[in-house]
């Protein structure tokens, strides 16, 4: 109970700070044109005259993200070891887990609503066709769950480095890493110099093959799992990053 | 309130603190003081639960800060070095979250804003993005965020740096005011803050506690402690430091100022003199005109270079 208070206390905090620098509105607005021309100009979403949002919107999302999501994320915690305020932050009666919790949720929010602003997207669908709510739906679910794990790997690199440019370029490499894990090259890489246990983890990691099935209009408790796993461990991480940084 | 066991911390192989023992009851100022790099910060930093030490322990209110690090944190308030402050939060904004974080709602936090508002006088700046704070300003609202809750333990990592001289005054009267119902820790390097704000005061180098005690116990240890400095008129130097050598309490005898006339001379005493050197040197020179007697309590800018810098004098020396 007071716990989430804590993490509620951390989440408005971190929101007010998205707003109140021009950072988030330039992310809504990027994001939203970026989605805008891929789907109509790229993907010939008008010429496909096909009533779904899937191929021409939602392929596009592990993409946009790859850049987008790392500059969410790179000042959680880079900032606040730049400017000192981490020192303040972590003397306060609370847990670093929910420091790490609320600094997650504020960002995850804000990328939740930034997905929600693209519903013109949905309306114009309707409006032209008849298109699966359903699938639409459960898109919409996957897109904001493989957000999240970007979002929690890009909380490693910040919680890594006091410059968030470092930590930008890193989260960038990493969930590139995550969209590739997938790849016959990558795995081939992989097997040559990691054990194979390592390799078939790292295959598995792969946020194309699980946001598929959400794209089908199905939820999947395994792709659910995974993503949910993501974020987990990578807060996780986050924490022990945070605690060794701190034992000097 | 306070009590450090034999506290430690290591960076890499490099001993920052070393063994550190002290407590801090309530009603007490503890001055902190040390050359940069003395292992100060990293002191505070442990206390308040920001750096877990290598070896040793910190307790605050009994609580000990590894074991029950939220149970302890409540009763601190903490200023760290530099005074951080959320850059992209309005000084309003900064306080009511702190507040917040604090455990305080609704009315409570509305009169602990308007309270501390009031103590650092912040009203000017309330609604002003801290990034546009001058020095001075930012560095009252970390402070004020540090009393928030009213806190029994108030850390302060140089909690007058950066400020101007009235604010400096300001500072070290709100401290003194809350040390009387308080255990204060708060380092500096200006000596003239520990005879201005503290009850005891520590000297650390080197991360070993060098030095402990009063403000008037630490001069005690200066050279010129108890020294009398004598000014004459008309009278040769050589006279007076001959004269003065007769004297039977006088150890030592220096010429400070020579010039127009003017003699500035100071006696050191014997050991046990206690405090009768000045009457003494008054006698030996009642036929003079003089200008100026007058008893040295000791300095502590001496006593804190003098225990700081052997060390380096010996290194210089090998």
Known sequence: MNAWRNVWTITKRELGAYFTSPLAYVFIVIFLLLCGFFTFFVAHFLEAGEASLVRPFFDWHPWFYLFLVPAVGMRLWAEERRVGTIELLLTMPITAWQAIVGKFLASWLFLALALLLTFPMVLTVRYLGHPDIGIIFTAYIGSWLMAGAYLAVSCITSALTR??????????????????????????????????????????????????????????????????????????TTSVILRTHRAG | MIKVQNLAKMFGTKRAVDGVSFSVDRGEVLGFLGPNGAGKSTTMRMITGFLPPTSGAVSVGGFDIVQHPIEARRLIGYLPENAPAYTDMTVYGFLNFTAEIRGLRGDARKQAVGRVVEMCFLKAVLHQSVETLSKGFRHRTCFAQSIIHDPDVLVLDEPTDGLDPNQKYEVRQLIRRMGEKKAIIFSTHILEEVDAACSRAIIIDRGKIVANGTPAELRQKSDSAGAVTLRVKGVASVTVTTRLYQVPLVKRVTLLDDKDGHVTVRAFPKAGANGALAQAIGEAAHDWQIEQLQAEEGRLDDVFRSITMPDTAKEVAQ
């Open chain 1, 163 to 236: 410059s968030q440019v470092v930590s930008f370029i890193i989260s960038v490499m990493v969930c590139l890493f995550l969209i590739l894990a997938g790849y016959p090259p990558v795995i081939n890489v992989l097997e040559q110099f990691a054990q194979p246990w390592l390799a078939d983890l790292v295959t598995s990691f792969s946020v194309m093959t699980h946001f598929e099935g959400f794209q089908k209009g199905v939820l999947d408790s395994r792709d659910i799992i995974f993503f949910l796993s993501v974020i987990v461990f990578s807060l996780f």
